[in-house]
């Protein structure tokens, strides 16, 4: 992101809030899209998980962490002179919580990755017509959404569910904590994330919540992104800086990504590698109907613009892993010694699902795996081969979400698991066959397009295209052509393995028009 020291900041600024799935963050934007200098605060947490697929948290001690970040922020905001104007947030997609008729949690917040509805899903995939759903929904049956998850609730904690009055992400949790009467709903951005709402007409979908058996009533009402929620009461008291100001509806991740990387139209695709993996394009459709690819989903930045991509369970969790697992790091000697290593050279083929799989095949059952392993296997072939088999699935994905891009698209790269890895950046644009704009290795893209949104709803700023375009100062990443031919067959060798070890999710994912 590009920063700015205080004294050159253009005020009235944004304060932007970042709800990620391992961090809270929170820090100045100024209203030409620059990250102030010494107003970030971010605390890590870990999210419980468990041997049969629970990946949650707390949501009141993630309220907590959110209220600190925004302490610390606030202090040094308001030590630097500087005036927050408006409040913008955004927050990991797909994530639910259940509320009480008090607004009391009744459950954790479930997150994307928790796969205990994975049977759920499979069993709805085969009761439903799945394929009218992703028309409508822009989502398939899968744990990562919303009916899976609520029908395995229901069947797995039933009490639990009689007492829950609301259905909700986290981020709706903590701006009706924040705000009280005066919180707006849930934005069309977190609820194109669900799998409940119709991404085309903008309203809670009926069959999806049939399916899931709620009514719409028990979710928020959507809202605009427009200036709307104030503090209240002892948040008030608390941040007295911010008592007058706007706080803008929560917006998913994956589309601040975009907005904050420049990528706001078809001319230019975000790829984000981060604790997961993502690419995505931003566009207006014209017309009702506009349908996706069965590998890809179909979500919504606002009610003008479309998202539309493929997201991947597993990307710097990979690594994250396999250091671990090895007991290396990010500067050790075998990392220098897999940058040295010939595109796909180790023999090896390998399926990276150590977190499930989302897009492009949708495997609710998958565990990762690694053939081709000898006594001449090192350390290094394995970091390359993980590395390389992310890459390839997001390669994939950019095979269908093309089409949608003009024809001379830019693709620019955030997230800090890729922007701080040269061979990853160089690998994954030899994957893609396309040169990648990398931006600098410390960008925040997701928090500074909440920023931006937030502006921009308040009125202080015009339009985004009035802003600068962080990828025009980016680093140019240019494939090469060889080892592009070389991670082609590994891709068809790839899909091969994958092939024999798990089922084919539907029967119409490969041959749909």
């Known amino acids: 992101m590009p920063s700015v020291a205080p004294p050159a900041a253009a005020s009235p600024i944004a304060l932007a809030i970042d709800l990620g799935t391992s961090s809270v963050r929170a820090l100045g934007v100024d209203r030409l899209g620059r990250f102030i200098e010494g107003t970030e605060t971010q605390l890590p947490y870990k999210v419980r998980t468990s041997a049969d697929g629970a990946v949650e948290a707390d949501a009141t001690h993630l309220l907590a962490l959110m209220a600190e970040c925004v302490d610390r922020a606030l202090t040094a905001i308001e030590a630097l002179g500087l005036e927050v104007g408006v409040v913008g947030m955004t927050s990991f997609w797909h994530g639910l919580m259940g509320l009480d008729a008090a607004g009391a949690p009744t459950t954790p917040c479930l997150y994307w990755a928790d796969t205990r509805s994975g049977e759920t899903a499979t069993a709805l995939r085969h009761q439903f017509d799945e394929a009218a759903l992703l028309d409508r929904t822009g989502c398939r049956f899968h744990s990562s959404y919303w009916p899976a998850k609520l029908v395995w609730l229901r069947q797995a904690e039933p009490a639990i569910v009689a007492r829950t009055a609301r259905w909700v992400s986290f981020s709706e949790y903590a701006l009706a904590r924040f705000c009280g009467p005066s919180a707006p709903g849930v934005s069309v951005s977190m609820a194109s994330g669900t799998g409940l709402l119709d991404v085309h007409r903008l309203v809670w979908d009926e069959e999806a919540l049939a399916i899931s058996g709620i009514a719409a009533d028990c979710l928020s009402p959507l809202c605009d992104l427009a200036p709307g929620g104030r503090l209240d009461g002892e948040w008030a008291a608390r941040w007295p800086a911010l008592a007058a100001v706007p706080w803008i509806p929560a917006l998913g991740d994956g589309a601040c990504a975009n907005v904050g990387s420049g990528a706001i139209d078809p001319a230019q695709i975000a790829l984000t590698v981060g604790t997961s993996g993502a690419i995505r394009l931003i566009f207006a459709p014209d017309a009702p109907g506009w349908r996706v690819s069965p590998k890809l989903w179909a979500y919504r930045l606002d009610r003008r613009r479309a998202v539309i991509g493929g997201a991947v369970s597993n990307g710097g969790n990979v690594t994250g892993w396999l250091w671990s697992l090895l007991g290396l790091g990010p500067d050790s000697p075998e990392m220098g010694a897999a940058a040295t290593l010939p595109p796909d050279s180790h023999g090896l083929t390998v399926l990276p699902f150590i977190a499930g799989e989302r897009s492009p095949a949708w495997h609710d059952a998958a565990d990762g795996v690694v053939a081709g392993l000898t006594l001449a ?137």
């Open 377 to 513: 296997t090192r350390p290094e072939h394995l970091i390359r081969a993980f590395m390389e088999a992310v890459s390839l699935r997001l390669a994939l994905l950019y095979e269908d979400l093309r089409p949608f891009a003009a024809p001379d698209h830019r693709i620019v790269a955030n997230g800090g698991a890729i922007l701080q890895s040269p061979l990853w950046l160089q690998i994954t644009a030899d994957a893609l066959g396309h040169p990648i704009i990398a931006l600098p290795p410390d960008d925040e893209a997701s928090a500074r397009g909440a920023a931006m949104m937030a502006l921009v709803a308040a009125g202080i700023v015009p339009s985004l295209a009035d802003l600068p375009n962080p990828a025009d100062s980016g680093q140019m990443i240019v494939p090469d052509p060889g080892a592009h031919a070389a991670y082609r067959a590994a891709i068809a060798r790839q899909g091969v393995l994958e092939s024999r070890l798990f089922e084919r999710e539907s029967t119409w994912a490969d041959d749909r028009s």
